[in-house]
């Protein structure tokens, strides 16, 4: 085993990789970017190199700071995690040749699986099926579409080089194409390097299932079952669970064995996975293997009871597998949830900004069930655009899928993130969705549910305002209501709000968005009163306690309204207050318009404004061209996917404020009409 492991990687799977070493009793070395100098990933290692600047080109795609830093810490091993150079033949092979270890399938490998094209002839070769398409090297345009025009509508452009949703689109017809295509390769070289695509028959009401395969150097190849990774958004995964709903031993077994024959195909080491896609009549096809270890494995640990990062670690040392395929038994049913900085209101956008306040379920192990989190990312921390939005996997395991599902409701409602959006109400409803609680699940779960999963936003609950403002009571230094009895012996000592005559009457401005609502709070004899938006005012009983995460003020608040009690975490930034019950967030406003006076207002009420930070790569309009609702003015590059700005409501164009290449900030107006 080797005593130094370089961690060519970041976040919650260099924390990951960092805590199986230390058990090993492995020393680890962490990489870092600028923007990762405070991170997760660095404390958890015993020594740490900086790369370079936030760009991961300057960065973590940098293999050569990455020996550099190997080779300056005396590591003999190190480890890709996923994403950046992880699936980069060049970088493997450039390892090996240095004299140190790659903890992973050796570079020949990764480079025939490397192109989905040449993968997928290589796979008719060794009997995998294939969905119908065109996987061929001649990548000019018109013959792409002819080739597409003959497969049959609709189909599916996919970068050859690419993974993770990016670079593919899916095209309804002939006259789509072009476009289609154009943006499918501007996407893929931005993100691989790489332009070529390849094209596929669209399946329809398909499901993405995924074979974990591990192997060693003797020649020992074995699955670990299948996950089931249909939900899915922008093609991205959103929920992963295993073993996959509905799959009987049969089907498993043929895909099991099709994903050993695909890996022995070019002659694999280490973890991989073969993803297929499923047709409801129980066909499958090769989709892609992925050569290295998923985001997802945890799920696959979960029902196995493995480490699979100790058997990468152990792999790459030269031992033989831990297991035979005989040996494996599956339990239970796990469910992995992705928590990412993204606005499912906004077509799940990347959230950009400062962590203020995180706090996560705890660990929790027991007999009939465990809730597991895997994360990189600490309160404090920035969510930048320089890298997956992600900030942790919540993972949960129970005696079959029902109960899985039901923990996971619970563990998401536990979730508060404050200063940036997230998708972990969308989650929450997706737990208690029909559909998925049925396992009618396939790709087009999330649009075919849009009603349901992404219902119009919607205000604050009463329970939230009543919420803010006891712990807006309690910032300003009001006790809450449990020290009212016994009541101080000389009521002039009292922060309770008493008067002489009785009464206290207090009006709490808030706005939701961009909606008022206001909280009238009385204080009656030895008690208060509340009432929200006009509505009959109740008995409240209040209590709060400091909740803080570095700097930040939160409340841990229970109150009683009436009968009813609630409980909820509130979070202040200034006079913002993140509130967290039940499962839900909201931000609300103190509304003091005194505070506020004389604020300015933009210039342009119509301006186009950019949704995250980003790059400008192309614009299809000019000052003076009149234009209509819905219509694309300008595409923007970030986090290495193409989001098109389209017109708000018909007008004319009067400034386009920035040019192709521009970098452009959050917010930014880029184009203004009238």
């Known amino acids: 085993m080797f005593s130094t492991l370089l961690i060519a990687n970041r976040g919650e799977i260099a924390c990951r990789v960092a805590a199986t070493a230390r058990r090993l009793g492995i020393r680890t070395v962490a990489v870092y970017s600028d923007a990762d100098a405070q991170s997760a990933h660095v404390a958890a290692c015993d020594a740490a190199v900086r790369l370079g600047p936030a760009e991961p080109r300057a960065s973590y795609l940098r293999g050569d700071l990455i020996l550099a830093a190997a080779r300056a810490t005396g590591a003999q091993a190190i480890h890709p995690g996923y994403g950046f150079l992880s699936e980069n033949p060049g970088f493997a092979e450039s390892v090996t040749d240095a004299g140190l270890v790659f903890v992973g399938p050796p570079a020949s490998a990764i480079a025939a699986m490397g192109s989905k094209s040449a993968a997928k002839q290589l796979m008719e070769k060794a009997g995998v099926p294939l ?6 090297d001649n990548q000019d345009a018109d013959f792409l579409r002819r080739q597409a025009d003959e497969i049959g509508y609709p189909v599916l452009i996919k970068a050859s080089a690419g993974g993770g949703g990016k670079g593919m689109r899916i095209v309804h017809g002939s006259a789509d194409f072009a476009d289609a295509l154009a943006s499918c390769r501007r996407e893929a070289a931005s993100s691989f390097g790489d332009d070529r695509v390849l094209i596929e028959r669209y399946l329809q009401k398909p499901r993405h299932i995924e074979i974990q395969v591990f192997a060693d150097s003797q ?3 074995i699955y670990l079952f299948e996950r089931d990774c249909s939900v899915q958004r922008r093609h991205q995964k959103v929920i992963e669970e295993a073993p996959a ?11 099991g064995e099709a994903a050993v024959a695909a890996a022995r195909a070019v002659g694999y080491v280490g973890a991989g996975t073969v993803e297929f896609i499923a047709e409801p009549d129980g066909r499958f096809y090769f989709m892609e293997m992925n050569t290295r270890l998923q985001v997802e494995h945890p799920v696959t640990e979960m029902i196995t009871g493995l480490d699979l990062v100790e058997w990468q670690l152990r792999v790459a040392a030269g031992e033989p597998l831990p297991a035979r395929q005989q040996d494996l038994r599956l339990r239970g049913h796990a469910i992995e949830a992705r928590i990412y900085a993204e606005n499912p209101d906004t077509g799940f956008l990347p959230s950009i900004g400062t962590v203020r306040y995180l706090e996560l379920p705890p660990h929790i192990a027991f007999a009939n069930g465990a809730v597991r989190v895997d994360g990189g990312v600490r309160a404090g921390d920035a969510i930048t655009p320089h890298y997956d939005p992600m900030i942790a996997k919540l993972i949960v395991r129970g005696d079959d899928r029902d109960a899985a599902r039901a923990r996971m409701a619970q563990a998401l409602a536990q979730v508060r993130v404050a200063g940036l959006h997230t998708n972990t109400a969308f989650l929450g409803r997706l737990m208690r969705d029909e559909s998925f609680a049925a396992a009618d ?5 999330i649009e075919r549910r ?3 999963l992404l219902p119009p936003a919607a205000g604050a609950s009463p329970a939230m305002l009543a919420l803010a403002t006891a712990a807006l009571l309690a910032r300003e230094g009001l006790p809450g209501t449990r020290h009212l009895d016994p009541p101080p ?6 922060r309770d709000g008493w008067r002489l005559d009785g009464r206290y009457q207090r009006v709490i401005p808030w706005l939701d968005g961009d909606t008022r609502r206001t909280v009238a709070l009385a204080r009656e004899a030895d008690g208060y009163r509340l009432a929200v938006d006009q509505d009959a005012a109740v008995p409240l009983r209040w209590d709060a306690s400091p909740a803080g995460q570095g700097g930040t003020q939160a409340w841990e608040t229970r109150i009683v309204m009436g009968d009813r009690e609630i409980r909820g975490t509130v979070a202040w930034s200034g006079d913002a207050a993140d509130v967290f019950h039940d499962g839900a967030a909201c ?6 318009p005194l505070a506020h006076a004389g604020e300015a207002h933009g210039e342009h009420g119509g301006d186009m404004t950019a949704p995250m930070p980003g790059k400008i790569i192309s614009i299809d309009v000019r000052a003076g061209d009149t234009v209509s609702k819905g219509q694309p003015l300008l595409v923007m590059e970030a986090m290495k996917m193409e989001h098109t700005i389209a017109a708000a ?3 004319e164009v009067v400034e386009v404020f920035y040019a192709v290449g521009d970098q452009v900030p959050e917010g930014a107006a880029l184009i203004a009409l009238k």
């Open 131 to 136: 969905v119908p398409g065109y996987h061929g």
């Open 219 to 221: 020649g020992h190849c």
């Open 245 to 255: 709903p509905g799959m009987t031993e049969g089907r498993r077994q043929a895909m």
């Open 441 to 445: 699940l396939d790709t087009g779960l």
């Open 450 to 452: 849009r009603d349901t």
């Open 489 to 494: 012996a000389d009521p002039w000592d009292a």
């Open 587 to 592: 931000q609300l406003l103190l509304d003091d």
């Open 649 to 651: 409501a018909d007008g």
